[in-house]
């Protein structure tokens, strides 16, 4: 739940003494060796601050104590709190604090408190910084040109990392913290003047409406609880690590989600078809991109009905085209055709879970034990056809050249299902499971956007940007279907 409910919260007391012993009971003190408070005296008046060690700068900390210890008793006497605000902490990230539950927050996040003896308000210096990686390009969105920082852990380097490439003043970042226990930082990003109101008001809903006592897997877990489609095996937002990836899509209209802690920015809402996008197509002349995105769409359809397709036409040979009779089995094995894909698929799916707890030394070496030795003798043993092995690696390439994980996963189950209707009950069952796989993308929506969209309901001029990476001049309006302020590009 969000931090901004009707909760009673209780006062800071003048007596300093009284709030260092419910601070130190509740945030462990004693228990924790890295929760730190120190009882100090400046100006004559008694402190006590608070910080976890691991996240206070230790320099700018140092400087403030520094400067504090000069000062003479009397000094701050009067007006504490605006003589410190005002003219002893020369910091620029300086806020009040009035409440013991926004105190007890305001440690757990990072920053110096401090608790002053007869004021009802405490201060917090925002001098924190946390363990971090440096900006790296993401495994899975690498292009050959282009730039090669991404997002990281730390949510504000993420919005920085945004800002520095839409320096728009309509550029929103709104706060959200969510998780009665974990307290997780968030953030809503949009642009004023373009994002719709209704999506923007939307997702602020969902999001302070989350009821939960954390979000340990971050936005994963955020995507559950907002879209709640959890029997869909498709992705109803995209992710993405590259800031020149989120920029494009702020610029459409879209709203993104960022949570601390992980490197994925949320881009909402999403079609099916932004999935199969890659910034590569971009980073190339239009008519390479083209050619790429074709391609790219070429092996998306193969690598959910090359598979089911074939079995259909061997289980029916009558059905399979003279010049295509050289992919039918010359031979009955013990184990029929469509048992021999499926437990290649089960393979594929184990193949690719042990590549992920492989060290990366090791990972080549994998690959090749399963390409060379299991594939080949299983051929040679008669457990598999050779025509099978064949369809099933082409299969498997195409899921592997699908851009987006989530949708290469959901790709997989799909071709899962289509199989087995096709193995039960023939062309028939391969049929029925197309027209329902086709149905459920219909009637899928994101944030009430169509799934299917540009084909249903249908635009003809998206659909065109859809298939083909169309030069920049040629996007002079940005996407229809999320309604934006804003409707022209140039």
């Known amino acids: 739940m969000s931090d901004q409910g009707t909760e009673q919260k209780r006062p800071i007391s003048p007596d300093l003494r009284a709030s260092i012993s419910v601070l130190n009971e509740e945030l462990g003190v004693k228990k924790s060796f890295d929760m730190i408070c120190r009882e100090l005296n400046y100006g004559g008046r008694n402190f006590a601050l608070y910080f976890i060690d691991g ?145 923007i008001v939307t997702m602020r809903e969902k999001l302070q409406g989350i009821d939960i006592d954390g979000l340990p897997m971050a936005e994963k877990t955020v995507e559950e609880l907002v879209f709640e489609r959890n029997w869909n095996p498709y992705p109803m937002v995209r992710y993405t690590e590259r ?38 197509e971009f980073r190339q002349k239009p008519i390479i991109g083209a050619y790429v995105r074709l391609l790219r769409l070429l092996a998306i359809l193969v690598s959910i009905f090359l598979a089911p397709f074939w079995l259909a036409q061997v289980s029916n040979p009558a059905l399979m085209p003279d010049v295509f009779e050289f992919m039918v089995p010359d031979k009955q094995l013990a184990l029929p055709i469509v048992w021999q894909l499926l ?51 082409i299969a498997a390439i195409g899921t592997f050249a699908t851009p987006s994980y989530e949708l290469s996963l959901a790709n997989q189950l799909v071709r899962l299902g289509l199989l087995v209707a096709t193995g039960l009950f023939g062309i ?29 309901p249908f635009n003809g001029t998206a659909l065109l940007h859809v298939l083909l990476r169309s030069p920049v001049e040629w996007n002079t309006r940005r996407p229809k279907i999320l309604h934006p302020v804003d409707k022209k590009r140039r």
């Open 243 to 280: 800031p020149d990836v989120a920029a494009v899509h702020l610029l459409e209209g879209h709203v993104l989600v960022y949570v601390d802690t992980s490197p994925s920015v949320m881009i909402t809402p999403t079609t099916f078809f932004h999935h199969v996008q890659h910034a590569e």
């Open 343 to 393: 437990a290649a698929e089960f393979g594929l799916g184990i193949l690719r879970m042990a590549a992920v707890h492989t060290p990366a030394p090791l990972g080549a070496a994998l690959g090749l034990v399963a390409a060379m030795m299991i594939g080949s003798v299983a051929v040679d043993v008669g457990v598999f056809t050779n025509e099978a092995v064949l369809i099933t690696s």
């Open 428 to 456: 028939f069952g391969l049929v029925i499971g197309v027209l329902f796989w086709l149905v459920m993308l219909v009637r899928t929506k994101s944030l009430h956007t169509p799934y299917f969209w540009p084909i249903l």
């Open 55 to 199: 996240f206070a700068k230790d320099d700018i900390m140092n400087r403030i104590m520094e400067h504090l210890s000069r000062l003479p008793d009397g000094a701050l006497s009067a007006n504490t709190l605006r003589q410190l605000l005002e003219r002893e902490i020369g910091y620029l990230e300086v806020e009040e604090i009035d409440n013991l539950d926004e105190v007890k927050t305001a440690i757990l996040s990072g920053p110096l408190v401090f608790v002053i003896e007869g004021e009802t308000k405490a201060v917090a210096i925002d001098a924190r910084t946390y363990p971090a990686r440096g900006p790296e390009e993401p495994d899975l969105e690498r292009v050959v040109r282009g730039s090669r920082d991404g997002f990281t852990e730390t949510l504000i380097f993420n919005t920085a990392l945004t800002r520095r490439r839409v320096r728009d003043d309509g550029l929103r970042m709104e706060y959200i913290r969510v998780g009665k226990r974990s307290k997780t930082d968030m953030c809503i990003s949009y642009i004023e003047g373009i994002a719709n109101p209704d999506l």
